[in-house]
């Protein structure tokens, strides 16, 4: 089992960025696929991207397109999310979470079925 550990969040104007760290340990961290997502005040948990254990391939929901970035570091163990031109409905808590499968498995992430998850690191835009 992995152990994942969500930091970088804060406070931040619209139009700001942030990134999201999410520190991996335990088993082996290449050999999971690995996404983020996020849960609003009063609203269900939404997916937000995710990242084969290569790096090669990624997958954002339509509300962050062209905003939000993931990325993973091997030698660090670490999963990131590049947060560009916040908006005010980005405020959530954001997650990491782990599938213990290395490619892409879409459906799972969407699913919301994933193996492990951090406790969360709140993201508040204000406007």
């Known amino acids: 089992q992995v152990q994942l550990v969500e930091s970088g969040g804060g406070l931040v104007q619209a139009g700001g960025s942030l990134r999201l760290s999410c520190a991996a340990s335990?088993?082996?961290?290449?050999?999971?696929?690995m996404g983020w997502f996020r849960q609003a005040p009063g609203e269900e948990r939404e997916f937000v991207s995710a990242?084969?254990?290569?790096?090669?391939?990624?997958y954002y929901a339509d509300s962050v397109k062209g905003r939000f970035t993931i990325s993973r570091d091997h030698a660090k163990g670490t999963v990131y999310l590049q947060t560009n031109n916040l908006k005010p409905e980005d405020t959530a808590v954001y997650y990491c979470?782990?599938?213990?499968?290395?490619?892409?498995?879409?459906?799972?992430?969407?699913?919301?079925?994933?193996?492990?998850w951090g406790q969360g690191t709140l993201v508040t835009v204000s406007s």
């Open positions: 979470a782990a599938d213990s499968v290395s490619r892409l498995r879409i459906g799972v992430f969407l699913g919301g079925d994933l193996d492990a």
């Open positions: 990242i084969s254990f290569s790096g090669t391939n990624t």
């Open positions: 335990g088993r082996t961290f290449s050999d999971y696929a």
